[in-house]
């Protein structure tokens, strides 16, 4: 079974639209940190933010916003007015603690595609 | 100044030869990793080092082997290169108290003819 199942492969939107790029985890630990990567198409992988297991309130930063919801295992993002440069596979990803310290495992991504 | 740099950014070789990727990070972390990212968008990790010892070893091919020189860098050496191991492959660090948060280089392209 995957620890981090991101069920949408692809998305295309059209700019200015919002869009949810949904996360479900699993995992038997009772701390654990849930992440968000964006990869560009120039392929680098850029940090988006980091929650913890403890703290299940919502955040928001500019455009973006994450819901963490540990009564589903899940842990989604959403982006409000979405923009061309928003176009890029996002990752979201599970950090438990193994071997002595946290390993990060991540989800297939989800490739979206903001259409002018 | 970059925090964690790879070489090389794109490395194009022959079915069968042997070749190394270079890691280093200059943020004073002390665990270090290698992920390969397939075509498909992938990303799996393959090793992690934390002071220059293994900690992490996934089911990986023993053609690859990682070597630790110093807590700041991590090569990725790869033998009997197969058409498989075209991928992108990423190196990343962070401190080992951490909570997980990796923070990535720009990733090493590698095609295999």
């Known amino acids: 079974a995957q620890k981090v199942t991101q069920a949408q492969t692809e998305i295309s939107v059209v700019e200015k639209e919002d869009v949810t790029l949904d996360c479900v985890y699993e995992?038997?630990?009772?701390?654990?940190?849930l992440f968000w990567y964006k990869q560009p198409p120039s392929g680098e992988l850029v940090f988006l933010i980091r929650?913890?297991?403890?703290?299940?309130q919502n955040e928001i930063s500019g455009r973006y916003s994450w819901n963490f919801q540990k009564s589903t295992s899940s842990f989604n993002f959403t982006i409000t007015a979405s923009q061309v440069v928003d176009s890029a596979v996002y990752f979201c990803?599970?950090?438990?603690?193994?071997?002595?310290?946290?390993?990060?495992?991540f989800g297939k991504g989800t490739k979206l595609s903001v259409i002018p | 100044d970059t925090a964690v740099s790879q070489t090389p950014k794109y490395l194009v070789t022959q079915m069968g030869n042997d070749k190394s990727i270079k890691c280093e990070q200059n943020?004073?972390?002390?665990?270090m990793y290698w992920y390969k990212q397939d075509s498909k968008k992938f990303l799996k990790i393959m090793f992690s080092y934390n002071n220059k010892e293994l900690i992490i070893n996934e089911t990986v091919p023993n053609r690859f082997s990682p070597k630790s020189p110093d807590k700041a860098h991590l090569n990725l050496h790869i033998n009997s290169l197969e058409l498989g191991d075209s991928a992108v492959y990423f190196c990343?660090?962070?401190?080992?108290?951490?909570?997980?948060?990796?923070?990535f280089g720009e990733g090493s392209r590698l095609t295999v003819l």
């Open positions: 990803a599970l950090s438990e603690k193994g071997a002595g310290s946290y390993q990060l495992t």
């Open positions: 995992t038997r630990d009772t701390t654990y940190y």
């Open positions: 990343a660090s962070s401190q080992r108290r951490s909570t997980g948060e990796l923070f």
């Open positions: 929650r913890n297991s403890f703290d299940e």
């Open positions: 943020l004073g972390h002390d665990t």
